[in-house]
């Protein structure tokens, strides 16, 4: 981000801040806050807007280059956290051997 796109943003998120302050009633001591919550509000903001720009292939055939991963790398990386098959009792025989039999065997 430049350094005027880095002041647009950082005065969206000052007028927001001062949004909420008045408000909530003007509270004392709450300026922290009130920023981190205008932060993440104007991030929402500009995450909606970057939804809404246009696809940036030019037909069926054409290739969408993209600087930045589509899905972040940890929801890759996390993927081993997920139950598979063998979680679910895969290791055990069904239907479970009759114990009855097996005693009356012996």
């Known amino acids: 981000m430049d350094a005027a796109r880095e ?17 909530e ?3 004392e001591g709450r ?3 009130h ?4 932060a993440e509000l104007v991030a929402q903001e500009e995450g909606t807007t970057a939804t809404l720009r246009r696809n940036p292939s ?4 054409d290739v969408a280059r993209r600087d930045q991963p589509v899905e972040p790398l940890l929801a ?5 956290d997920l139950p598979n098959l063998a979680d679910q009792g895969e290791e055990r025989q069904f239907p479970a051997p009759d114990r ?4 009356e065997e012996g």
């Open 76 to 80: 890759v990386e996390t993927l081993g």
């Open 35 to 38: 920023w981190d919550k205008a």
């Open 31 to 33: 300026a922290a806050e």
């Open 25 to 27: 009633g003007r509270p």
């Open 7 to 23: 002041q647009e943003h950082e005065e969206r998120i000052r007028r927001k801040a001062h949004e909420i302050w008045e408000r």
């Open 58 to 61: 030019h037909g069926p055939d």
């Open 100 to 103: 009855r039999t097996a005693r």
